[in-house]
């Protein structure tokens, strides 16, 4: 049987959208299960859920734990290399669909997916330097967005199978950690990538629900920079579009100093743009204070110590 991409998406996504730190649960039907779950009576439907959720298991997208006996499979969290792979495979999916009816822009995709447009431009940058896909590239307000993209070889080969894509993504993994800093022994530090668990002295997150806060954050800032004024704005949106592509792909061998000084940067625009609106006679204090706030709680979920992203006036407490 061959693995289906969209079946897939559809598990993890079941993972991703659930509220509760229970797992995700699916059963033939035909078992006493002491807690929420979806039954599968249908046969050929429960096979296909389970060789696919298998694929889940096997590729380490997920932590998947098997019921036994043939009764189904618990589903407790994506892993952060599920994450990449399910957004990813969206997009994919998403350019598959409306490609051939000239709708699969940078603003089609984010509106089909219902995700934040700076995260898809910076996947399908991903995607492009990848040879998945192909697409024309413009500037709006000095930033590059792209307009309707195609499939390429690769793109439609990892469609057909799904493995093809995680072999992409580990080969990625490992390039950006073959020079990374091993943690030391008296830290039992396990080494990760940025949107993994680190412990130790290494930087990361905690699970993939920290992963989708990231992303609420980033997608508030950018609400907040865009009404700062325009040297400000443009200060600012080089520092978090320098920050979001690290994030995804995973370039620094130490992250943390570099995310603590775009961090700071933001909070120097921040203030900066607070005193030019102030001094044309507009207030900004409210939203100065939450985007600064804003920018604490991304360094805190990015591992960063807040003495790296905290101006000297502040350390001061001026």
């Not at 350019?95 to 089909?112: L, P, R, T, W």
């Not at 195609?150 to 199978?161: P, S």
């Not at 993504?169 to 800093?181: E, S, V």
Request: proline share 3%.
């Amino acid at each position: 049987m061959k693995y289906d991409l969209n079946a897939i998406i559809d598990i993890l996504s079941k993972v991703e959208s659930k509220d509760t730190s229970e797992p995700f649960v699916f059963t033939n039907g035909l078992v006493t299960y002491g807690g929420p779950h979806l039954k599968i009576h249908e046969q050929e439907e429960f096979t296909k859920m389970c060789h696919n959720t298998l694929f889940i298991s096997d590729y380490g997208l997920a932590d998947v734990r098997d019921l036994g006996d043939n009764w189904g499979f618990a589903i407790n969290h994506i892993k952060p290399i599920g994450n990449k792979f399910l957004k990813k495979a969206s997009i994919l999916k998403a350019i598959e669909s409306g490609q051939s009816i000239g709708k699969s822009s940078e603003k089609d995709i984010a509106e089909a997916l219902n995700l934040n447009p700076h995260i898809i431009n910076t996947y399908l940058r991903h995607l492009i330097s990848k040879c998945f896909i192909i697409g024309p590239e413009f500037q709006q307000a000095g930033k590059p967005v792209y307009g309707n993209c195609v499939l390429k070889g690769d793109g439609e080969t990892a469609l057909e199978d799904p493995s093809f894509l995680v072999e992409e993504l580990n080969m990625t993994n490992n390039i950006n950690n073959f020079n990374a800093p091993v943690a030391s022994v008296g830290n039992q530090g396990t080494q990760t990538n940025v949107a993994g668990v680190v412990e130790g002295d290494q930087i990361g997150t905690q699970n993939n629900k920290n992963i989708d806060e990231i992303n609420s954050l980033i997608g508030s800032l950018r609400e907040i920079i865009e009404r700062f004024p325009e040297e400000q704005r443009e200060d600012a949106e080089v520092e978090i579009n320098a920050l979001e592509a690290e994030i995804i792909e995973q370039k620094k061998q130490d992250p943390k100093e570099f995310f603590g000084r775009r961090l700071k940067k933001l909070v120097g625009a921040g203030t900066a743009a607070a005193v030019t609106i102030a001094s044309g006679g507009a207030a900004f204090t409210g939203d100065l204070n939450t985007f600064t706030d804003n920018v604490l709680e991304l360094g805190e979920k990015l591992g960063v110590p807040i003495e790296l992203i905290q101006t000297e006036q502040q350390n001061k407490g001026v």
